[in-house]
């Protein structure tokens, strides 16, 4: 009898803990999804795979401008993360790439790659006219 109501304790522990980190994920918008070839043709087309790259504002092999930082650091602030991204953090590939995902997973749940593209080159409010010359760029390398 004692073994079962531990069992039974463990069962609903072992549940909950599923259960919640299922729901948190769900949250994040995380979905399994690859992003690294896209990214990767997202990089070569931004800056040839340079991290020290700088143009204008931009900086980095994904040339991420001040603004995303600041939006990457409210969406984890938003999450309830402790997390948060610098500016010198454009120059490293990983964190770059970190910034891209999160990004994604808040604008673009649904891992719709050419909004993806769109998004990432004309930011939020992108149009379709204003970013077809980069999405026709990447695709063209990630195909």
């Not at 109501?5 to 949250?27: D, G, P």
């Not at 340079?50 to 204008?56: F, K, L, N, Y």
């Not at 790659?113 to 006219?129: C, D, S």
Request: aromatic share 10%.
């Amino acid at each position: 009898m004692f073994i079962s109501k531990i069992a039974k304790v463990v069962f609903i522990t072992l549940f909950m803990t599923t259960f919640s980190v299922i729901t948190s994920a769900r949250e994040n918008g995380a979905k399994s999804f690859d992003w690294g070839p896209l990214m990767d043709a997202i990089t070569q087309v931004e800056s040839e795979g340079d991290s020290r790259a700088i143009s204008g504002q931009s900086c980095g092999a994904m040339q991420i401008t001040p603004i995303l930082v600041k939006d990457c650091n409210a969406i984890l602030k938003k999450r309830g993360e402790k997390k948060r991204y610098t500016l010198n953090d454009r120059f490293s590939v990983k964190k770059s790439r970190e910034m891209f995902v999160l990004i994604m997973s808040h604008y673009n749940p649904t891992n719709n790659v050419e909004r993806a593209i769109r998004l990432w080159n004309g930011g939020v409010k992108y149009t379709t006219k204003g970013t077809q010359n980069y999405y026709n760029k990447v695709m063209k390398i990630y195909r």
